[in-house]
């Protein structure tokens, strides 16, 4: 797969339903932003793109199986 095909399956995976964790996550991260500070938007959410997709490396790199509800809950806990 190629990196645009990757970009595009996250960025449907961030605006799905089902993802709501990940949106809320969102929400709270750009928060503190008024909405004219577009450049902050930006940065937030390039960090916690950064940070996500460094994490699903890890763990395909590692080749541990995690579980996927601890996983999630430490997603809401961050």
Avoid: C, Y
């Amino acid at each position: 797969m190629s990196v645009p095909t990757f970009a595009e399956l996250g960025f449907f995976h961030i605006l799905d339903v089902s993802a709501w964790d990940h949106l809320l996550f969102v929400a709270a991260l750009i928060a503190p932003f008024a909405p004219r500070d577009f450049k902050l938007w930006l940065a937030a959410l390039t960090a916690f793109t950064l940070g996500h997709t460094m994490a699903m490396a890890g763990q395909v790199a590692a080749k541990v199986p995690l579980n996927e509800r601890l996983v999630e809950g430490a997603v809401l806990a961050t």
